[in-house]
């Protein structure tokens, strides 16, 4: 069953950049952050393959891709973002259930925003299983959309450029990212916390030292 799913996407993804190129990315790109449905290191993965390896075109191309990719991630993020702003709690939870995404890890999401701010949405697109998710508890909490879009496009960037590259240098192996993704999931979330706790630390001191200024001015 999973393998003729897999099979669809692909086929949708090849009729896709067949057709639209990199535009094509940016759209599946869309539909992928404002919905979580296609799985994203099988997008970029495929993009890195089809529309530079197979092409024999420079591995600069990738960060062109990227770009593409990020725009694409923004959009799609931005989608969420609104719903749950303009919706609010009402509206996230019927979405959860038509998704089937479990409310306690939205509402894990929304605490952990409110917690780190800004620089969560930054790393949280950096995360498999939440990287989708962090906008929502984004918008449900109202924070500045400049701020959300700049955040999401950094972490969007750099997630989107590194599976483009590692669908380049693997060529038609690309398809291995997906157990790879699986297997490093783990210890990205990990790593991930350890950066979100160093950077709560880090902006306590920040803090901390503004108000012995301010202390001082007195």
């Not at 003729?4 to 094509?24: H, M, R, S, V």
Request: overall charge positive; hydrophobic content about 50%; proline content about 3%.
């Amino acid at each position: 069953m999973i393998d003729k799913i897999e099979q669809t996407i692909l086929n949708a993804l090849q009729f896709l950049y067949d057709e639209l190129g990199w535009f094509g990315v940016t759209l599946i790109m869309v539909v992928e952050n404002a919905t979580g449905l296609t799985p994203s290191e099988v997008v970029l993965g495929f993009a890195g393959w089809m529309l530079i390896d197979a092409h024999n075109l420079p591995f600069s191309t990738v960060f062109l891709g990227g770009l593409f990719a990020a725009i694409g991630s923004v959009i799609g993020a931005s989608i969420m973002y609104w719903v749950a702003r303009l919706g609010g709690r009402p509206v996230v939870d019927r979405a959860a259930k038509l998704f089937r995404i479990d409310m306690r890890h939205i509402q894990r999401v929304e605490k952990m925003t409110e917690n780190y701010g800004i620089g969560f949405i930054f790393f949280g697109r950096l995360l498999p299983g939440i990287r989708t998710l962090v906008a929502v508890p984004a918008g449900l909490t109202r924070m500045s959309f400049t701020r959300f879009v700049l955040a999401t496009f950094a972490g969007a960037y750099i997630w989107c450029t590194v599976f483009i590259s590692a669908g380049y240098f693997l060529g038609h192996e690309w398809h291995i990212l997906s157990g790879i993704v699986k297997q490093v999931t783990p210890y990205a979330l990990v790593v991930g916390m350890i950066a979100g706790v160093g950077y709560l630390v880090w902006q306590m001191q920040v803090k901390q030292r503004m108000a012995q200024v301010e202390l001082h001015k007195d």
